[in-house]
């Protein structure tokens, strides 16, 4: 009787422990160390307050009129430099379906995505891919019409709901 019951106790904690290993190991979700995601949520946290401010500085200071050369114009040059370089990929977004240029959109379901959630709310968005076989955080910040000389070269942001995002930032950031 007591073998039995140490048998049949021995077997419920096999299924119970099976059970656990198969809830650990989701087959198409990889390993990813979580200090290593929060590294790079802290980089794209940091890289998102030195661009934005960076942004907001240049245009406050120096553009005066429609022909001064735009922060923004700015910014989609310095964000494909560093990119190329291979430090991390950024991208500036229009989040208001009339961007300036026709390459400054959503490309993929993650950005079509987050620009709507971004548009409910959403204060970030988030999600770790991988690519290549090496894993990477991808992050999407709004950007807000901080200025109202943003509204001299974008008329239609004048039409933004008061702290809508009429575009964002979209980060890939390596996971190390
Ligand atoms: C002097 C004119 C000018 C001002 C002022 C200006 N922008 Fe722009 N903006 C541009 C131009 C030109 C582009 C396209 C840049 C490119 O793709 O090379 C652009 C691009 C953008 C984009 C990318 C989407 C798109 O429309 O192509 C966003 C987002 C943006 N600007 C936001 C802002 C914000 C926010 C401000 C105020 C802080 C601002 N802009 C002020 C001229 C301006």
Redesign the pocket.
């Known amino acids: 009787m007591q073998r039995r019951l140490t048998a049949s106790l021995a077997a419920l904690t096999m299924i119970a422990l099976a059970g656990v290993v198969a809830a650990q190991k989701p087959a198409d979700k990889p390993k990813v160390d979580e200090a290593a995601v929060a590294r790079a949520r802290k980089t794209a946290a940091m890289l998102d307050d030195v661009y934005k401010n960076a ?2 500085l240049i ?1 406050d200071k120096y ?1 005066h009129d ?1 022909s ?1 050369f ?4 700015a910014a ?2 310095l964000f494909k430099t560093i990119s190329d370089k291979g430090w991390h990929n950024v991208r ?3 989040a208001t379906g009339d ?3 026709a ?2 959109v959503a490309k993929d379901q993650f950005e079509k995505e987050g620009i709507t959630s971004l548009k409910q709310g959403k204060a970030t968005v988030e999600q770790v891919v991988q690519k290549d076989d090496e894993p990477y955080l991808r992050v999407m910040t709004p ?5 109202k ?2 509204i ?3 008329p239609h942001y004048e039409d933004a709901r008061p702290g809508e995002p ?2 964002a930032i979209s980060y890939t950031i390596p996971i190390e």
Do not use: S
């Open positions: 942004i907001v245009t553009v429609e001064d735009a922060a923004g114009a989609v040059q500036l977004l229009d961007p300036f240029d390459e400054n950007v807000p019409v901080v200025l000389k943003c001299m070269c974008h009429i575009g």
